[in-house]
């Protein structure tokens, strides 16, 4: 897979998009970002993170409508392009199939392409760095190399067989860093390990909320008894003079207790299931490796 970094004359329709883009994001914008927003409506011109492919990449693309095929593709004549608010529920087109892309060179060459789909590259093959205002344009490599002349690939992957990642990453270890430590080297093992430190935090920080919120719901769930024992003094001695053994008064005030706990619990119940989502999407949903939806699970009574 290689990789250069153009630049590119936003259409009308295009510089409407990222328009709409920064009326609904600006306002979380730091002062880099705006400036930066600033500036590419000023020469109005985006980023292009130009990609060129194999077909064996091109197999594990993420598409949005139908898929081409690499055949056609490969001729070099047609361009992918990716698109907007790509985890959003609706996300949107930069480019409609059928589209002209005039695609201009750093190093002065200068071509027309259809656009033939809208596609996503696989998160362990895309482009490493984060930017903001730009969009990504797929070719097939022979055609990179030819337009753009630069032969050096940004990465080379190997599609591992199921179970065989440890004894890959050992022999790449043991055989490869050793003539040269200079490669960077990342795994699907590494985006694992990642994702289970991601994981433990939350648990961490949900466990100790749960404690101390636990902790602070007995404590009051005691003084709260202790304050309606004490209060109900004259009441609970009037029953006990009426007949009422210290027996059946403790147990109706462990009833009572019950009640209240109960109650509290039914409480908390409700705000999770009505918060859950919001509180979910303002945390883990900020990862791009957790999708929101809803599951309706079966029970047999």
């Given amino acids: 897979m290689y990789y250069s970094e153009e630049t590119h004359k936003m259409e009308p329709e295009l510089l409407k998009t990222w328009e709409a883009f920064a009326d609904k994001?600006?306002?979380?914008?730091?002062?880099?970002?705006e400036q930066v927003w600033e500036d590419a409506k000023a020469s109005?011109?985006?980023?292009?993170?130009?990609?060129?492919?194999?077909?064996?990449?091109?197999?594990?693309?993420?598409?949005?409508?139908?898929?081409?095929s690499w055949d056609t593709f490969k001729s070099g004549n047609y361009v992918l392009v990716d698109y907007g608010d790509k985890y959003a529920e609706h996300p949107v087109s930069y480019y409609q199939t059928g589209d002209v892309f005039q695609m201009e060179y750093k190093n002065?060459?200068?071509?027309?392409?259809?656009?033939?789909g809208e596609a996503l590259m696989p998160y362990a093959l895309d482009y490493p760095y984060a930017d903001l205002i730009y969009i990504t344009v797929l070719v097939p490599e022979d055609e990179y190399i030819t337009q753009t002349g630069n032969e050096s690939a940004m990465y080379a992957a190997i599609d591992a067989k199921k179970g065989?990642?440890?004894?890959?990453?050992?022999?790449?270890?043991?055989?490869?860093?050793?003539e040269n430590d200079m490669i960077n080297v990342f795994s699907v093992l590494d985006m694992e390990e990642s994702f289970q430190q991601f994981v433990s935090k939350y648990y961490m920080i949900g466990?100790?909320?749960?404690?101390?919120?636990?902790?602070?719901?007995?404590?009051?769930?005691?003084?709260?008894?202790?304050?309606?024992?004490?209060?109900?003094?004259?009441?609970?001695?009037?029953?006990?003079?009426?007949?009422?053994?210290?027996?059946?008064i403790s147990k109706m005030l462990v009833a009572e207790g019950f009640l209240y706990l109960g109650g509290?619990?039914?409480?908390?119940?409700?705000?999770?299931?009505?918060?859950?989502?919001?509180?979910?999407i303002n945390t883990l949903g900020t990862a791009?490796?957790?999708?929101?939806?809803?599951?309706?699970?079966?029970?047999?009574?």
């Fill in 25 to 33: 994001y600006e306002k979380n914008w730091t002062d880099y970002e």
């Fill in 44 to 68: 109005n011109t985006v980023s292009v993170h130009f990609l060129g492919i194999s077909e064996s990449v091109f197999d594990k693309l993420e598409w949005r409508g139908e898929k081409c």
């Fill in 108 to 116: 002065g060459n200068q071509k027309d392409y259809e656009v033939i």
């Fill in 164 to 178: 065989e990642d440890k004894q890959i990453k050992e022999y790449i270890d043991e055989n490869i860093l050793k």
């Fill in 207 to 248: 466990g100790f909320l749960v404690v101390i919120l636990a902790f602070i719901g007995i404590m009051n769930f005691f003084n709260t008894t202790a304050t309606s024992v004490i209060s109900r003094k004259k009441e609970l001695a009037l029953l006990e003079v009426v007949g009422m053994t210290k027996k059946q």
């Fill in 264 to 280: 509290a619990f039914m409480i908390a119940v409700l705000l999770v299931v009505v918060g859950a989502k919001q509180i979910l």
């Fill in 288 to 301: 791009f490796f957790f999708r929101l939806h809803l599951t309706i699970v079966h029970v047999c009574l």
